[in-house]
């Protein structure tokens, strides 16, 4: 598979660079950009995964049943992987950085060695609210998922974004580690999009003050 073959996604081809900031007023206006997204995934035979709060599994599933998606089926198969925010962010009660880079890196890993030629990932980031992470943790988080989806160039990782809960500084800092942004449901290039080496200068020069 061509590393770059065009992708649809919110209105527009998404190329090169696939680590995508996704900034909504609320879930339905969330699900109304991306389930088309979704479905073109599913029907293409690649793999979902998608991140999210246990207490909203139920209201997601919801979701893409409404939006058509055969959810009984693309579980059974294992073709949609559902990943509550525990297993995958945290290690025991802390945010681990590592730990979370590392088994994202490895549920894209093990989706390839299960045959599926690309993986669409989604994540709620409505657990950095949840577990009152400072701007620095997950920014940083953030900056570094850039280079673990350079290392897997077929994949797409969106990172989807509650405007209503997230203030304006942070959003700031969000805009600035994704090369790409969904805003108002359409799909742009991040003009704001900073090389991750040098955001992570500054957010450890901001942790030193």
Not at 19 to 36: N, Q, S, T
Not at 83 to 109: C, K, M, P
Not at 178 to 198: C, M, R, S, W
Request: proline letters at 4%; charged letters at 25%.
């Amino acid at each position: 598979m061509d590393a770059y073959r065009p992708i649809t996604l919110a209105g527009s081809t998404l190329t090169g660079p696939r680590h995508v900031c996704a900034f909504f007023g609320d879930k339905e206006e969330m699900f109304r950009a991306v389930l088309p997204f979704i479905a073109e995934g599913l029907e293409q035979r690649e793999k979902a995964i998608h991140i999210v709060s246990a207490n909203n599994i139920d209201l997601h599933l919801g979701y893409l049943a409404a939006g058509g998606v055969d959810v009984d089926a693309v579980l059974a198969s294992g073709q949609l992987q559902i990943v509550e925010w525990n297993q995958s962010y945290f290690h025991g009660r802390e945010f681990d950085e590592g730990a979370a880079l590392g088994v994202i890196d490895q549920l894209l890993t093990d989706a390839h060695e299960q045959g599926y030629p690309r993986v669409r990932l989604m994540g709620d980031m409505d657990w950095v609210l949840e577990n009152r992470l400072g701007t620095e943790n997950w920014a940083s988080f953030e900056a570094q998922l850039n280079d673990l989806v350079i290392r897997h160039p077929v994949d797409v990782v969106i990172c989807a974004y509650d405007l209503s809960r997230f203030g304006g500084s942070a959003v700031l800092d969000v805009m600035r580690t994704h090369p790409a942004a969904i805003v108002g449901g359409l799909l742009q290039h991040n003009p704001f999009y900073t090389d991750p080496k040098e955001m992570l200068r500054e957010l450890r020069t901001r942790g030193e003050r």
